[in-house]
Structure formats: structure tokens, C-alpha cells
Nanobody, 121 residues
Framework: QVQLVESGGGLVQAGGSLRLSCAASGSIFRIYTMAWYRQAPGKQRELVASVTNRSSTNYADSVKGRFTISRDNATNTVYLQMNALKSEDTGVYYC???????????????WGQGTQVTVSS
């Protein structure tokens, strides 16, 4: 069984910064790609950024140059540093790691509980 704990969301003014964290624990053999998604009210969930287990990163065009995704393999944690925040960044942010279980041959995607980010203009 895998547990994900997200933290770091909150209310910030436009132009400000926030740092999200997501720590995975439990029966983990290996974590492959780790990603952050977000969902704004009335919109579909969208990919924000991802990082492979070799630290190759990918970003949505809307956040390039402002957000940075990183990971700490020693603690199974993924981070999202968000700078120069805009009102359109408001939404619930979910981490989404691809994990191979310690006691099975399956590889599954897991979702965090979500953390609210609100950017006031």
C-alpha cells in the first residue's frame, strides 16, 4: 500500500511564490515519473509538470519559466516551486507518481489528496 502526503498550498498574491511537496511512503520498490496536475473550477485536470527518475523534466507551456519541478529520491518526495504566480494558476494541485510496488510486479499511478492554491489578483 502506498500513501501520498501533499503540502504547501495556500493563498498568495499575484506575483508571489509557493512551494508544493508530495511525499510517498509505504510498500514502494521504485518510483518512476512523478508529476503534478492541477484542476481549476469548471475545467479538466491538466498536467503541469513531470520529472522522470533520471531527472528529465517536462512543463506545460503556461508554466514554463515560472515553475520548477524537482525530486528527492532518498525521501521519495517531489516538489513544485511556483514563482510569479498568476490568478490563472488557481486550482487544486495533485501529485501523481508512477510507482512499482514492493511486493507485486505491477506499476500503478497514484493520486495525492490535492492541495488548494489560490492566487489573488
Amino acid at each position: 500500500q502506498v500513501q501520498l502526503v501533499e503540502s504547501g498550498g495556500g493563498l498568495v498574491q499575484a506575483g508571489g511564490s509557493l512551494r508544493l511537496s508530495c511525499a510517498a511512503s509505504g510498500s514502494i520498490f521504485r518510483i518512476y515519473t512523478m508529476a503534478w496536475y492541477r484542476q481549476a473550477p469548471g475545467k479538466q485536470r491538466e498536467l503541469v509538470a513531470s520529472v522522470t527518475n533520471r531527472s528529465s523534466t517536462n512543463y506545460a507551456d503556461s508554466v514554463k519559466g515560472r515553475f520548477t519541478i524537482s525530486r528527492d529520491n532518498a525521501t521519495n518526495t517531489v516538489y513544485l516551486q511556483m514563482n510569479a504566480l498568476k490568478s490563472e494558476d488557481t486550482g487544486v494541485y495533485y501529485c501523481n507518481p508512477l510507482i512499482a510496488g514492493a511486493y507485486s510486479s505491477s506499476v500503478n499511478r497514484y493520486w495525492g489528496q490535492g492541495t488548494q492554491v489560490t492566487v489573488s489578483s
